[in-house]
């Protein structure tokens, strides 16, 4: 089993930047597929971007691609998001979750564990 807790949102301005961690313990984390999820108020989850065990293979939301970028670092089993450009639709909790699955997917129902999320407000 896997425990994933984000961290590293906040209030930033339009334009600004800000690095998403997410720490993860627990048995074999280098052995999972590691992703990122939005959900802003009155919406549902969305996928941003995945990245698989090794951090050769990552799958990125068409919309998102080119500001934001994830990878990880096996030995602090960690993964990040880092996103640039932030506009006020970034708005929302963003989800960091592990699945035993060995391909990037982003496909919720894909995922096993999830943490509980952390803020991200981008003002105008």
């Known amino acids: 089993q896997v425990q994933v807790e984000e961290s590293g949102g906040g209030l930033v301005q339009a334009g600004g930047s800000l690095r998403l961690s997410c720490a993860a313990s627990?048995?074999?984390?280098?052995?999972?597929?590691m992703g990122w999820f939005r959900q802003a108020p009155g919406k549902e989850r969305g996928f941003i971007a995945a990245?698989?065990?090794?951090?050769?293979?990552?799958y990125y939301s068409d919309s998102l691609k080119g500001r934001f970028t994830i990878s990880r670092d096996n030995a602090k089993n960690t993964v990040f998001l880092q996103m640039i450009n932030l506009k006020p639709e970034d708005t929302a909790i963003y989800y960091c979750?592990?699945?035993?699955?060995?391909?990037?997917?982003?496909?919720?129902?894909?995922?096993?564990?999830w943490g509980q999320g952390t803020q991200v407000t981008v003002s105008p």
């Open positions: 627990g048995r074999a984390f280098s052995t999972y597929t």
């Open positions: 990245i698989d065990w090794s951090g050769t293979n990552t």
């Open positions: 979750a592990a699945s035993i699955l060995a391909i990037p997917t982003m496909q919720i129902p894909e995922y096993d564990y």
